[in-house]
C-alpha cells in the first residue's frame, strides 16, 4: 500500500519562507512523476508544481514562478516544496501526488497517490 505523507507547514507572515516536504512509502518514486497541489477554503484544487521521475521535465503554475521549487530526492524518496516570498494567495492546504507518467502531469487525474495535505498559512 502507498502512503504518502506531507510536512512541514505552518504560519509565516508575507515574504517569508517554508519547505514542504513529502515521504512515500510502499512505492519507490523513481519512476514516477511527483507534484504538489493545493486547495484554499471555498476554492477547487490547484497544481502548484510537478517534476518528471529523470527530473528532465517540471512544471508550475504561473502564480508560483520564480517563488516555488520543487525538487525531489528518488534515493530518499521524498520531494520538497521550497516557498519563498510567500504571499497571502499561497494560503492552502497543500497536497503531494504521485502518478506514473515520463513527464510533468498537471491535472490530478493523472495521479493515483496523494497525501492528506499540510496547511499552510500566510498573513500579511
Known amino acids: 500500500q502507498v502512503q504518502v505523507a506531507e510536512s512541514g507547514g505552518g504560519s509565516v507572515q508575507a515574504g517569508e519562507s517554508l519547505t514542504l516536504s513529502c515521504v512515500v512509502s510502499?512505492?519507490?518514486?523513481?519512476?514516477?512523476?511527483m507534484a504538489w497541489f493545493r486547495q484554499a477554503p471555498g476554492k477547487e484544487r490547484e497544481f502548484v508544481a510537478a517534476r518528471s521521475w529523470s527530473s528532465t521535465n517540471d512544471a508550475y503554475v504561473d502564480s508560483v514562478k520564480g517563488r516555488f521549487t520543487l525538487s525531489r530526492d528518488n534515493a530518499a524518496n521524498t520531494v520538497y516544496l521550497q516557498m519563498n516570498n510567500l504571499k497571502t494567495e499561497d494560503t492552502a492546504v497543500y497536497y503531494c501526488?504521485?502518478?506514473?507518467?515520463?513527464?510533468?502531469?498537471?491535472?490530478?487525474?493523472?495521479?493515483?497517490?496523494w497525501g492528506q495535505g499540510t496547511q499552510v498559512t500566510v498573513s500579511s
Open positions: 501526488a504521485s502518478g506514473r507518467s515520463d513527464y510533468a502531469p498537471t491535472a490530478p487525474a493523472l495521479y493515483d497517490s
Open positions: 510502499g512505492r519507490s518514486i523513481s519512476t514516477y512523476a
